[in-house]
């Protein structure tokens, strides 16, 4: 099987502009979670969407958000960037809800200027 | 999900065992502790899951003692590719949805092998 994609893998934006990221999962993999890393935080959880909905959502401004498509795919938006969400971004897809068994796609590197 | 601490970093030759303890004084019941290996710019990967004994794979060994409130990684004989950051997770994988799914990872354990 193919492992979780994510695309771009590189992006540069200045403050104040948006941005989306997309995660294909794993093929059959219902449920896909956000991660942001930085050097400071660490691995902090963004939220979890499963069956289209969002199902847990981590302790991060409005600004940031998601979405999921009926073939699993999503997508995260974050809007009016600040240079602090500079980040290595990343998504994990599960077979399940809530399951502690992820598995994690290469990333997106977002620098914000 | 329950608090988990490890060493900040440790120091090993290729060709050597390496054991990574980690500490989760506070595991409840239904608590299975998982670890992930994560390699610069990459995401996590998952190594392996256990929850009381010994489970062994063909990347490493997780020893779980009878109160589980450590458990430590066993790496056989690294090589240079293992230097990583390994986290120590604790929470219980047959909890649908709830906070109690969420990965939380602490700093983990940087691993670095030298020739």
């Known amino acids: 099987k193919a492992g979780v994609t994510q695309t771009p893998r590189y992006l540069i934006k200045t403050r104040g502009q948006q941005v989306t990221l997309s995660c294909s999962p794993i093929?059959?993999?219902?449920?896909v979670s956000w991660y942001q890393q930085t050097p400071g935080q660490g691995l902090q959880f963004l939220f979890e969407?499963?069956?289209?909905?969002?199902?847990n959502k981590g302790n991060f401004p409005g600004r940031f958000s998601g979405r999921q498509f009926s073939n699993s795919r999503s997508e995260m938006n974050v809007s009016t960037l600040e240079l602090g969400d500079s980040a290595l971004y990343l998504c994990?897809?599960?077979?399940?809800?809530?399951?502690?068994?992820?598995?994690f796609g290469p990333g997106t590197r977002l620098l914000v200027l | 999900l329950a608090k988990t601490t490890q060493p900040i970093s440790m120091d090993s030759y290729e060709g050597q065992e390496v054991n990574i303890t980690c500490s989760h004084n506070?595991?409840?019941?239904?608590?299975?502790i998982t670890w992930y290996q994560q390699f610069p710019s990459q995401g996590p990967r998952f190594i392996i899951q256990?929850?009381?004994t010994k489970v062994t794979n063909e990347v490493a060994s997780l020893f779980i003692p009878a109160d589980r409130k450590s458990s430590t990684l066993s790496l056989p004989r690294v090589s240079l590719s293992d230097t990583a950051v390994y986290y120590c997770?604790?929470?219980?994988?047959?909890?649908?949805?709830?906070?109690?799914?969420?990965?939380?990872f602490g700093k983990g354990t940087k691993l670095s092998v030298k020739p």
């Open positions: 994990a897809s599960s077979m399940r809800q809530g399951e502690q068994t992820q598995y």
């Open positions: 093929s059959g993999h219902r449920s």
């Open positions: 969407y499963f069956s289209e909905t969002q199902r």
């Open positions: 506070n595991i409840a019941t239904n608590d299975y």
């Open positions: 256990g929850y009381k």
């Open positions: 997770l604790v929470g219980d994988p047959f909890s649908y949805g709830g906070s109690q799914g969420n990965l939380i």
